[in-house]
């Protein structure tokens, strides 16, 4: 794996919890709003737009780099649609790229041929 694949998979990952986080507290400002005077959804909003929208270019940039197959990249966009998803898919992108080093070291010690 070269670096800059590395490095969208690393910036994908880093954004899809908070992104999982500001989706959750939407969702609890939504409620909030129907039942109280407490109106934060159009702050919480604009932070889960933004979160959202750099997710999408994150994982357009991850799925070009990587040559996904349709399912995994289809995978990750569901997963950021999903009140919980993003930490789902931060967990398994820390595996992928753990697994991916670990296969770049065996190569270059001469282990297998990764």
């Known amino acids: 794996m070269d670096i800059k694949t590395a490095s969208a998979l690393r910036r994908l990952r880093l954004v899809s919890a908070p992104e999982a986080v500001s989706f959750l507290l939407l969702l609890v400002c939504s409620v909030l709003k129907r039942t109280t005077e407490f109106d934060a959804v159009p702050v919480m909003g604009m932070v889960h737009g933004v979160l959202f929208i750099l997710y999408v270019?994150?994982?357009?940039?991850?799925?070009?780099?990587?040559?996904?197959?349709?399912?995994?990249?289809?995978?990750?966009?569901?997963?950021?649609v999903l009140p919980t998803g993003g930490f789902f898919a931060e967990r398994k992108l820390k595996r992928e790229a753990e697994a991916a080093v670990i296969a770049s070291r065996a190569r270059q010690e001469k282990v297998v041929n990764a």
């Open 57 to 80: 270019i994150f994982w357009l940039d991850a799925w070009n780099r990587t040559k996904w197959g349709f399912k995994t990249g289809a995978l990750y966009f569901v997963l950021s």
